[in-house]
Protein backbone atom coordinates (compact mmCIF):
# COMPACT_ATOMS: atom_id res chain seq x y z
CA UNK A 1 0.00 0.00 0.00
CA UNK A 2 1.04 3.50 -0.32
CA UNK A 3 1.93 5.69 1.92
CA UNK A 4 1.64 9.38 1.98
CA UNK A 5 2.98 12.07 3.64
CA UNK A 6 1.93 15.72 2.93
CA UNK A 7 3.99 18.93 3.61
CA UNK A 8 4.41 22.54 2.54
CA UNK A 9 1.65 23.77 4.83
CA UNK A 10 1.60 26.84 7.37
CA UNK A 11 0.44 30.55 8.02
CA UNK A 12 0.03 32.94 5.11
CA UNK A 13 -1.87 36.25 4.55
CA UNK A 14 -4.66 36.82 2.53
CA UNK A 15 -3.74 36.67 -1.65
CA UNK A 16 -0.75 34.72 -0.78
CA UNK A 17 0.57 31.21 -1.94
CA UNK A 18 1.83 27.71 -0.92
CA UNK A 19 2.56 24.83 -2.49
CA UNK A 20 1.64 21.88 -1.36
CA UNK A 21 3.32 18.20 -1.43
CA UNK A 22 2.28 14.74 -1.23
CA UNK A 23 5.15 12.30 -1.23
CA UNK A 24 4.21 8.35 -1.83
CA UNK A 25 6.60 5.47 -0.56
CA UNK A 26 5.88 2.16 -2.70
CA UNK A 27 6.71 1.48 -6.13
CA UNK A 28 2.65 1.90 -7.69
CA UNK A 29 2.18 5.94 -7.27
CA UNK A 30 1.53 5.58 -11.08
CA UNK A 31 -1.09 3.25 -10.63
CA UNK A 32 -3.34 5.65 -8.33
CA UNK A 33 -5.08 8.64 -9.13
CA UNK A 34 -4.58 11.54 -5.94
CA UNK A 35 -7.29 13.58 -4.70
CA UNK A 36 -6.48 16.56 -2.06
CA UNK A 37 -9.43 17.45 0.28
CA UNK A 38 -9.54 19.44 3.09
CA UNK A 39 -11.74 19.66 6.24
CA UNK A 40 -11.93 23.00 8.42
CA UNK A 41 -12.76 23.59 12.14
CA UNK A 42 -16.54 22.01 12.56
CA UNK A 43 -17.28 21.39 9.27
CA UNK A 44 -16.93 17.91 7.06
CA UNK A 45 -13.95 16.86 5.34
CA UNK A 46 -14.51 18.24 1.17
CA UNK A 47 -13.03 17.71 -1.48
CA UNK A 48 -10.55 20.36 -3.32
CA UNK A 49 -8.75 18.34 -6.49
CA UNK A 50 -7.92 15.61 -8.13
CA UNK A 51 -5.65 14.24 -10.88
CA UNK A 52 -5.27 11.18 -12.52
CA UNK A 53 -2.85 8.35 -12.73
CA UNK A 54 -0.67 9.73 -15.43
CA UNK A 55 -1.63 13.60 -15.22
CA UNK A 56 -3.91 14.10 -17.68
CA UNK A 57 -7.29 14.52 -16.53
CA UNK A 58 -7.86 17.01 -13.21
CA UNK A 59 -11.08 17.82 -11.67
CA UNK A 60 -11.70 21.28 -8.92
CA UNK A 61 -13.97 22.37 -6.35
CA UNK A 62 -15.92 24.96 -7.89
CA UNK A 63 -14.46 26.69 -4.86
CA UNK A 64 -11.09 26.71 -5.98
CA UNK A 65 -11.05 26.69 -9.75
CA UNK A 66 -9.09 29.40 -11.12
CA UNK A 67 -6.71 29.54 -8.15
CA UNK A 68 -5.61 25.89 -7.27
CA UNK A 69 -3.55 24.05 -9.71
CA UNK A 70 -3.13 19.81 -8.58
CA UNK A 71 0.06 18.30 -10.80
CA UNK A 72 1.97 15.12 -10.07
CA UNK A 73 5.61 13.79 -10.82
CA UNK A 74 5.28 10.17 -10.89
CA UNK A 75 9.15 9.86 -11.49
CA UNK A 76 9.53 11.41 -8.19
CA UNK A 77 6.59 10.19 -6.46
CA UNK A 78 5.20 13.16 -5.53
CA UNK A 79 1.76 15.26 -6.37
CA UNK A 80 1.44 18.68 -5.72
CA UNK A 81 -1.17 21.21 -4.93
CA UNK A 82 -0.06 24.87 -6.23
CA UNK A 83 -2.11 27.21 -4.28
CA UNK A 84 -2.81 30.83 -5.02
CA UNK A 85 -5.12 33.96 -4.29
CA UNK A 86 -5.29 32.23 -0.64
CA UNK A 87 -8.38 33.36 1.16
CA UNK A 88 -9.36 33.12 5.01
CA UNK A 89 -11.72 30.47 3.93
CA UNK A 90 -9.24 28.42 2.69
CA UNK A 91 -8.05 27.57 6.34
CA UNK A 92 -8.50 23.76 7.08
CA UNK A 93 -6.43 20.86 7.08
CA UNK A 94 -5.31 19.04 3.85
CA UNK A 95 -4.92 16.38 3.08
CA UNK A 96 -3.87 14.30 0.33
CA UNK A 97 -5.43 10.53 -1.00
CA UNK A 98 -4.68 8.04 -3.33
CA UNK A 99 -7.61 5.90 -5.58
CA UNK A 100 -6.89 3.34 -7.38
CA UNK A 101 -7.66 3.44 -10.99
CA UNK A 102 -7.24 0.38 -13.78
CA UNK A 103 -7.53 3.18 -16.14
CA UNK A 104 -7.79 6.72 -16.61
CA UNK A 105 -9.77 9.91 -14.63
CA UNK A 106 -9.98 11.16 -10.84
CA UNK A 107 -12.83 10.73 -8.54
CA UNK A 108 -14.19 13.31 -6.98
CA UNK A 109 -15.94 11.39 -4.43
CA UNK A 110 -14.32 11.10 -1.20
CA UNK A 111 -15.06 7.44 -0.77
CA UNK A 112 -13.44 6.71 -3.48
CA UNK A 113 -10.11 7.30 -1.85
CA UNK A 114 -8.82 4.40 0.55
CA UNK A 115 -5.34 5.77 1.58
CA UNK A 116 -4.72 9.34 3.13
CA UNK A 117 -2.08 10.99 4.56
CA UNK A 118 -1.78 12.47 8.20
CA UNK A 119 -2.86 15.96 6.79
CA UNK A 120 -1.06 19.72 6.89
CA UNK A 121 -2.49 22.34 8.40
CA UNK A 122 -3.03 25.71 6.12
CA UNK A 123 -4.07 29.28 8.14
CA UNK A 124 -4.99 32.39 5.78
CA UNK A 125 -4.95 35.10 7.78
CA UNK A 126 -6.86 37.98 6.41
Known amino acids: QVQLVESGGGLVQAGGSLRLSCAAS????????VGWFRQAPGKEREFVAS????????NYADSVKGRFTISRDNAKNTAYLQMNSLKPEDTAVYSCATEFRRFGGASTAIERYDNWGQGTQVTVSS
Open 51 to 58: ISRAGVST
Open 26 to 33: GSTFSSVA
